[in-house]
């Protein structure tokens, strides 16, 4: 008897279901709807809706519910109960397995390293144990761990130069806005609106934040912690799971509750509260640091603010509140058409890359480079000759290259063949050296920075930008 077997019949189970058992667990709040609303009692979903489930009771009743479906044979039970309990077993031991002793988490590790392909585990090495600590405490302790890296390294001097490097860009963007032939003058007018009432959140996002210290006693005064590793770990999700569970849905699935923690290296924009959020984890090396030129710091952090900035209308042409009118999306969509085009073309170990799955953030990879490389030129126009001295004199390169250099480094990482086009299939984002090669190809100030001759590799005569 095969999984596909229950898996099929699971499947037929729900549909044919009333489903009364989503909506009668003891704490009647085990429906999460992801983009309904959510609502109880009879017809509350159906068959084509996401939900998930976290009250345990729904797992027994959902398995009762197959036994049912075999009980005039006891072969078929008996091979239900023992597949569910196989599945869950599973997926029980693997919630733990860093939390047990012996060899189950490396080899764990290892198996995630040879199946998935991508990202730290194929370093070959594992996180320090300091830095499972840090990562086990501040998923437990989001807010006091938040608030406590972002007061501990944010000083005035970043503050300042954060500052600077943000309104720079924001004004570079307006201006390209403003200059576009792509926009009408009535959507030119709409956007430099919404461009204006942009709000940006440095630090941590300060929307969904808990800092004072009455709230954060009361939001962990049910969790009492132990000696042990393992039994800790039981008690948070034991605490996380019914803190879940509480009638507060409207917050868990509404898109614009989405937030970073400070400690987090990943900015984004929501275009729900027109914000865009710079985490602190981003202001720490390798994109800035004591003694950083600041050629360095625009190329990385300023391209991440950039790139976050423009993500305000890489969605102008579909999105129902977009401030363009039709004229404008369509002249949108032509240009990204043809970007859409050239990254399709590229190849990584034989895949081919999806220009249009990827058109949101490559458009963005494209603007953000050229919104830092304008904005670097801007912030060191009064810079010391001294120092694009001392740079070449140290490194042999040009202050224009080091940009360049530092841009690309954002983009180092390691890609398996064997697991490249499952990769591929579900990232947004290009293959990471065509965020590099797509945007620089485009970029007229790459070719002069590097001397790339006329219709070569890095240098081709068509160039697409949209802004």
Known sequence: MTDAFFVSNLRQTWDTSNLALLVETPSNESLYSGHSNPVRGEGAITANTLVEISDPTFFQSLVLEMTKMYSTNETLAKQTRQFFGNYFTVQLILSYVHH???????????????????????????????????????????????????????????????????????????????????????????????????????????MDHVDDAVSLESKYQSLNLTDSYLTNEILVKRWKTWKNIIPDIASWWRPESKRASSYSASAYYSPWKNSLVIPAGLERPPMMGPGYPDVWIIATFGFVFSHELAHEFTYADTDEESPWDVLSKSRFREQTRLLQQQYSAYRLMGVALNGVRTSSEDVADNTGVKLAFQAYKELTVNQSPTIEQL?????????????????????????????????????????????????????????????????????????????
């Not at 194929?122 to 996180?127: A, E, F, S």
């Not at 990769?423 to 100030?445: K, T, V, W, Y």
């Open 391 to 467: 740079i070449y004199s140290h490194l042999n390169y040009t202050q224009d290259q080091l940009f360049f250099l530092a841009h690309a480094q954002l983009f180092c990482g390691v890609y398996k063949k064997e697991s490249l086009s499952d990769i591929m299939s579900f990232d947004s984002h290009s293959a990471s050296p065509f965020r590099i090669i797509g945007p620089l190809q485009n970029l007229p100030e790459f070719s002069e920075a590097f001397k790339c001759p006329t219709d070569s590799y890095m240098n081709p005569k068509t160039k697409n930008t949209i802004w």
């Open 100 to 206: 047990l002793p012996g060899k189950l988490s490396e080899i764990h590790r290892l198996y995630r390293a040879s199946t998935e392909g991508y990202g730290s585990v194929t370093t070959g090495k594992p996180l320090p144990l300091w830095e499972q600590c840090v990562k086990w405490v501040a998923d437990i302790f989001p807010e006091p761990v938040d608030q406590l890296y972002a007061e501990d390294g944010y000083g005035k001097e970043e503050a300042s130069k954060v500052e600077q490097i943000e309104t720079t860009i924001r004004a570079i963007f307006m201006s390209l806005v403003n200059a576009s032939d792509m926009l009408t003058d009535a959507s030119r007018v709409a956007s430099l609106k919404e461009m204006a009432a942009l709000r940006v959140f440095i630090g941590h996002d300060n």
